[in-house]
């Protein structure tokens, strides 16, 4: 029954199915393979699962799946070549300020003076393009910000001098009160003792949600979390407990929060995360999940820190326009929880010395439990927590105001120049290093009561990184956080970026190059930390901005930004050459296609192109692949050539031959008039099927040598015989008004004598150049294939 499906409907049914699915249907029969294996919109759908991304309906870049497809498996591509160390430069930047924050794609910093500086991280193969914009000083006295760019949200938190706590909801663009906010100051509007002083904030926006946890007074004694709808200006949720630590957004109807257990019998802690429903009652602390962590022993440590650090993908609002084809999904990202122990001793003992442990949870995880749970809500550790999640020791811990997570992925600093990514997708390629096996950490009993075995899995890369205090992630880059006095663009007595952690009041840097810090511009403003430890202390930064989509990316000013769409191989070009296949364009980090008719003399053209022979004689092909360096224009091309079957007009595109191609050159006989119709339908073919208006492409009328051979044509054409096929049927002008109709170059050859064949591809190369921005570089080396 399945193998009488029409094509079209049976690839209907594989958009609509997972990953897993559609592999078990491509074993159903080879034709469902064929089916799966040819649909581009298939392969994207698939693609999309295994990067843990979606698609964007609503988004400007090109409808077309196999335009998307490219895009996505070179943005995959650049993901697994990443190497920051190789792609980052130093980006000097007069960026300094008391706040700062990172969301996204979006840096921004709000200085007294200045007011609020914001710029765009680029991702070209996204289609995100570099933007920077500033606002004016704000009016009050800001005690922290934080920012959704998909809302055009700016979120103001102010605290007056009666220590009144006041929510301002504006636009990002314009710093006006927010068009969709119904209210935009958000306050307190529940009775509770009047705060003495606010010692650190966390803010968090999620879609329609809104919510400010505050520490209150300087011993830590009262933590206050406030939830609202900002669009409604509703107030959901308003808990006070000194248990309290951090909270996070779960999904549009659930928060969940971090709190501790005191046994003071056992002289343990109990480390919990529990889930609260944002429609509960507003000052209800039951959760509908609670999930233990693993016991603290309290007679090691004197104080413990956690915090719950997630970045959700952003929430753009229904009908928004978007540039990106694809963004991270809503339906799993990771949860890492921080633990941190402060042992006893002396005040100015390193804190690189105390415990610190990392807990990924992926989101999945949590909801699998909150939906199977019965009778009791609450979870011990051993019932839930080895077999799906991972615990990390680190060597030193990260800094509170790192936003090193996003996705499913989170990035840790082994060293000063090197790093760790994690990835906890459920769904991953053969290809990904994953980690399965069960790891023991704490054995020497450091923070917790018993050593803590986990085995959650997940995906590891390791790779360097320029010299740096802290790393940061982003959607599409890694960005390091450096110090250094030594700038190539600033004045040598300015200082770039510092930011450190201590107990003590005045700052230390974690760095080798601690020997150029004045302790005397310390001073220059401190920021609000983010946790009960340590307060950042923030001077002009300069940050390294690692991504595998950006080369280069100055924060200094509009005129300085810039970036470079880095090619799908530093080394590669493609050209395909298909029989009569519909086939498209795609970005030129991919190959190139050239096309003919059957029996055109393609494959003879491409190995006298390649090997400097003539093959005279004819066999039907399958499929071949021939390598060849061109040297054009004094730039050094390695071109792969596919030279692949020639079929009618009703053959199907293989979207294999069409994914990644730099150009095309469709081959025609010049004694074949039905070779040169064809020549028309294909090129509409790869219009069509990629949702284009042009592509690089050369005409090319082969086999001249016929022709000129038999200068006794009009006697051959009386004869009834085999040559008769061989005098000229398609004149040059003919091929030239092709060319000129479709905005191709055009060329006659013949392989034989080897005349032309080098120009076809320099022709190629020369149409592929046409379409690259006069302000992307090219790199030393480029590769294309023809097929």
């Known amino acids: 029954m ?16 997972d990953a897993k699915s559609v592999v078990r249907l491509s074993q159903v029969s080879q034709r469902w393979n064929d089916i799966i294996k040819r649909s581009s919109a298939v392969q994207y759908a698939i693609e999309l699962e295994l990067s843990g991304l979606c698609n964007v309906d609503n988004s400007s870049f090109s409808p077309a799946s196999v335009a998307r497809l490219a895009a996505l498996m070179a943005y995959r591509n650049s993901w697994d070549r990443f190497n920051p160390k190789k792609h980052a430069q130093v980006t000097p930047a007069a960026l300094g300020g008391n706040y700062w924050e990172l969301s996204c794609n979006v840096f921004a910093t709000y200085d007294s003076d200045r007011g609020f500086t914001f710029q765009r991280i680029p991702c070209a193969l996204r289609n995100i393009v570099p933007e920077r914009w500033d606002l004016p ?4 006295d800001i005690a922290d910000f934080t920012m959704d760019y998909s809302q055009d949200l700016l979120v103001v938190l102010e605290v007056g001098a009666s220590m009144c706590m006041v929510v301002h909801l504006l636009s990002m663009k314009t710093g006006q009160p927010h068009s969709s906010a119904r209210l935009p100051r958000l306050s307190r509007d529940v009775e509770k003792p009047t705060a003495t002083a606010f010692s650190s904030f966390q803010m968090r926006i999620f879609g329609s949600y809104v919510g400010v946890m505050a520490d209150i007074g300087a011993d830590y004694t009262e933590i206050e979390l406030m939830v609202w709808e900002w669009r409604n200006g509703s107030l959901k949720k308003h808990i006070y407990s000194p248990a309290l630590t951090s909270f996070a957004f779960l999904d549009n109807e659930r928060i969940i929060i971090s709190t501790f257990l005191e046994d003071d019998y056992m002289k343990t802690l109990v480390p919990q995360l529990q889930v609260l429903e944002i429609a509960g009652y507003m000052n209800d602390m039951d959760g509908s999940l609670t999930l233990c962590l693993p016991s603290v022993d309290r007679a090691d440590v004197h104080d413990v820190e956690m915090l719950i650090i997630t970045e959700p993908a952003p929430s753009w609002p229904v009908g928004t326009i978007h540039e990106a084809p694809f963004v991270a999904t809503h339906d799993d990202r990771l949860f890492v929880v921080s633990l941190q122990g402060f042992e006893e001793g002396e005040e100015d003992e390193d804190d690189l010395a105390d415990p610190t442990f990392l807990l990924c949870i992926p989101l999945s995880v949590i909801l699998g439990f909150l939906r199977s749970q019965y009778g009791d809500p609450c979870f011990l550790w051993s019932d839930w927590g080895p077999p799906f999640t991972r615990m990390i020791r680190l060597l030193r811990s990260p800094e509170p105001w790192s936003c090193f997570v996003y996705g499913s992925r ?4 082994i060293s000063p120049d090197e790093c760790q990514m994690l990835d906890f997708k459920k769904v991953y390629p053969l290809s990904d290093n994953r980690i399965t096996h069960d790891k023991k950490i704490d054995q020497n009993g450091r923070l917790f009561v018993e050593p803590v075995l986990t085995s959650g899995p ?3 890369r390791k790779f360097p990184i320029p010299a740096s205090n802290a790393v940061m992630m982003t959607e599409d ?5 450096s110090v250094s006095f030594l700038s190539p663009v600033l004045p040598l007595n300015e200082p770039i970026f510092f930011f450190s952690l201590t107990k003590k009041d005045v700052p230390y840097s974690l760095s080798s190059n601690s020997v150029f810090l004045d302790r005397e511009l310390l001073d220059v403003g401190i920021g609000v930390s983010r946790t009960a430890h340590g307060v950042p202390c923030s001077l002009p930064p300069s940050f390294i901005i690692s991504s595998p989509l950006v080369s280069s990316l100055l924060l200094k000013s509009p005129s300085c930004a810039a970036y470079f769409l880095i090619p799908m191989s530093p080394n590669k070009r493609r050209i395909a050459v298909l029989g009569s296949r519909s086939v498209g364009q795609l970005p030129r980090h991919s190959p190139a296609l050239a096309l003919a008719y059957f029996g055109p003399g393609k494959s003879s053209l491409i190995i006298q ?19 060849k360096t061109v040297n054009f224009k004094n730039n050094e091309y390695d071109c792969d050539i596919i030279d692949t079957a020639g ?6 595109l293989n979207s294999k031959h069409a994914i990644g191609v730099h150009g095309y050159v469709l081959v025609y006989s010049v004694n074949s008039r039905n070779s040169f119709e064809m020549i028309q339908i294909i090129y509409d073919k790869i219009i069509s099927f990629c949702g284009v208006t042009s592509v690089p492409c050369v005409i090319v009328g082969s086999k001249t040598d016929l022709v000129a051979r038999f200068l006794l044509s009009f006697v051959l054409s009386l004869l009834n015989s085999s040559h008769g096929r061989r005098s000229r049927q398609v004149a040059i002008t003919e091929g030239q008004q092709l060319a000129d109709s479709n905005h191709t170059a055009f060329v006659e050859t013949s392989a034989k004598e080897n005349k032309n064949v080098v120009k076809v591809f320099e022709d190629c190369l020369e ?21």
């Open 477 to 481: 880059s890694i960005l390091t956080v």
């Open 2 to 17: 399945l193998d009488r499906l029409p094509p079209e409907i049976a690839e209907s049914i594989c958009r609509w199915l």
């Open 137 to 140: 000083v704000f009016s009050g």
């Open 410 to 413: 989170c990035v840790i600093q």
């Open 647 to 652: 079929q009618d007009e009703f053959s199907l």
């Open 458 to 460: 997940f995906s590891l």
């Open 609 to 627: 192109f390649c090997q400097n022979e003539f093959v005279d004689s004819y066999y039907p092909t399958i499929e071949s692949t021939f390598a």
């Open 767 to 787: 149409e592929i150049e046409k379409r690259v921005p006069n302000n992307q570089a090219e790199p030393p080396a480029n590769r294309c294939l023809i097929m």
